[in-house]
């Protein structure tokens, strides 16, 4: 089992930056494929950006392409955290974010590549 715990979300403005953190407990996000979904309000669950890495590798990434550019995901092994850097924010980002972790290593943009997910955090970018 994988527990996911989310934090950092908020209200902001248009333009601003915004840091999510997911924390795991119960197994390693080394080598694991994590991934962040978000979910806006009468919209589907949307893939964001997702992360594989381990110990001593630089990892892979992978990005929405409407985020691209705008947001960094990053990996911190000893903390067992991932993180989701949100910059340059638009109305649009605006939505529950979800931590997920996969059993395996492929990343993937489909929500039913990922066994775990936290609660989620609010994105909440006023124009």
């Known amino acids: 089992q994988v527990q996911l715990v989310e934090s950092g979300g908020g209200l902001v403005q248009a333009g601003d930056s915004l840091r999510l953190s997911c924390a795991a407990s119960g197994r390693t996000v080394s080598g694991r494929a994590m991934a962040w979904f978000r979910q806006a309000p009468g919209k589907e669950r949307e893939f964001v950006a997702a992360?594989?890495?381990?110990?001593?590798?630089?990892?892979?990434?992978r990005f929405a392409d409407s985020v691209k550019g705008r947001f960094t995901i990053s990996t911190d092994i000893a903390k067992n955290t991932i993180y989701l850097q949100m910059n340059s924010l638009k109305p649009e980002d605006t939505a529950v974010y979800y931590c997920a972790a996969a059993l395996g290593t492929v990343l993937t943009d489909l929500a039913y590549g990922y066994e775990y997910w936290g609660q989620g955090t609010q994105v909440t970018v006023s124009s």
């Open positions: 992360v594989s890495r381990s110990i001593g590798s630089i990892g892979s990434t």
